[in-house]
């Protein structure tokens, strides 16, 4: 298939480790690395919801290069957010400042399902296909795609904001199965449809965002989200692009991931790479996993722990990244000085870049 992207980067760190090859030197490139603790993203990204931003193709551009260009990381990540579909045909999300995303009206039965009416990249979200393109055209690293998986796009259409219990989402699963994997089939069209937007404009590697699927036990993991996000992974697959699934709290459905068709399972801080090793099938490979909170608390803390991390990771088969996203309180140096560190790093001996304190 079209794939202008992966044919560009296909000798790039980033994409022949994601493939599990052998590369120079572990990439590095950071979850929410775009925006936060940024001060030029500050600068031009305005007031008024994230959402309005996103719209705008030149200052999406922007913001996507500017932690490419200060940072040295191996792949850039399109500046938007997993609620973009949903948000673009109509069903009713924002994204309020400090919160995260909120819906007027829940998803709550079965007639809400036609609020759900299938994405058209191109008429719908016009704006990520014009960044996208933008983007294509002025880096020199590879572009990660994206979209929100299933059940955690799910999550924010049935609790309407973000939850800690996700008892609305657990409900439903339970109560009405059938109109469930309705609604994550639905889900799963939308994603196929961004992710093939993006892919088709030059975008070398998907990351499957489940960020939430940490709330389920792996037999509900298997039997409520599998089965869609297994649909999104292989159409991504036939998109001729590498496959990232990443989810915070997932030690235990590591393997699930990996079996929903991951070439890259993402790792949060709690399980340390090499036990994460032993739970997915040879040959997978492993991205991740500093605590981003210890990224937070200086560049002493943020080295030790980094090496920890790479020798954890072995050398080989790793995408070197936080945990989960930069947390605003980030300073910019630290984060400038990792990813010089990860690139010095080799199996065995420490790397030495930058002195203490
Ligand atoms: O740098 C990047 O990672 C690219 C941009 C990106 C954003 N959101 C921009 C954003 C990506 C990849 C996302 C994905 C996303 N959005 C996820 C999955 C990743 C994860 O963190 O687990 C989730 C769960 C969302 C939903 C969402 N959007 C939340 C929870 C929030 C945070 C609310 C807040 O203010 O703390 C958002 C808003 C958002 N999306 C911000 C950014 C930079 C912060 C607000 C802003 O700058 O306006």
Not at 14 to 23: S, V
Not at 43 to 51: E, F
Not at 313 to 322: D, I, K, P, Q
């Amino acid at each position: 298939m079209s794939d202008p992207g992966a044919d560009l980067h296909a000798d790039s760190a980033f994409i022949r480790t994601c493939r599990g090859l052998p590369a120079t030197r572990t990439p590095v490139w950071f979850m929410r690395q775009a925006g936060r603790s940024l001060p030029e993203y500050r600068a031009i990204r305005g007031t008024g919801t994230i959402l309005r931003a996103i719209a705008d193709p030149e200052l999406a551009t922007e913001i996507t290069l500017q932690p490419v260009r200060r940072y040295g990381v191996d792949a850039a990540i399109l500046y938007s957010d997993i609620m973009t579909p949903t948000h673009a045909i109509g069903f009713g999300v924002d994204i309020a400042q400090g919160v995260g995303p909120v819906v007027e009206h829940p998803f709550r039965e079965r007639s809400d399902l036609e609020r759900l009416r299938p994405l058209d990249a191109a008429a719908d979200t016009p704006y990520v296909i014009e960044t996208v393109r933008n983007l294509v055209r002025d880096l020199d690293v590879p572009l990660i795609a994206f979209a929100g998986a299933p059940f955690t796009v799910a999550s924010y259409l049935i609790e309407g904001r973000p939850s800690r219990t996700y008892v609305h989402t657990k409900a439903l699963m339970r109560t009405d199965e059938a109109l469930w994997h309705d609604l994550l089939d639905r889900l799963a069209d939308l994603a196929i449809e961004s992710l093939r937007s993006q892919v088709d404009n030059g975008a070398a590697a998907v990351q499957l965002f489940d960020s939430w699927a940490g709330a389920l036990s792996p037999q509900d993991y298997d039997r409520f989200v599998l089965p869609a996000s297994t649909k999104v992974l292989a159409a991504a697959g036939d998109m001729g692009v590498a496959r990232i699934h990443f989810g915070v709290s997932t030690g235990e459905l590591l393997g699930s991931m990996a079996a929903a068709g991951a070439d890259v399972v993402g790792v949060d801080w709690r399980t340390p790479l090499d036990a994460a090793r032993t739970r997915v099938p040879p040959g997978t490979v492993l991205q991740g996993n500093l605590d981003p909170a210890l990224v937070a608390a200086g560049w002493d803390v943020t080295r030790d722990a980094a090496d920890d991390v790479l020798s954890r990771g072995g050398g080989s088969a790793h995408v070197f990244n936080l945990g989960h996203g930069v947390l605003p309180e980030t300073d910019p140096e630290v984060l400038e000085r990792l990813v010089a560190h990860v690139h010095s790093w080799t199996p065995g001996t420490p790397a030495t870049v930058g002195s203490p304190g």
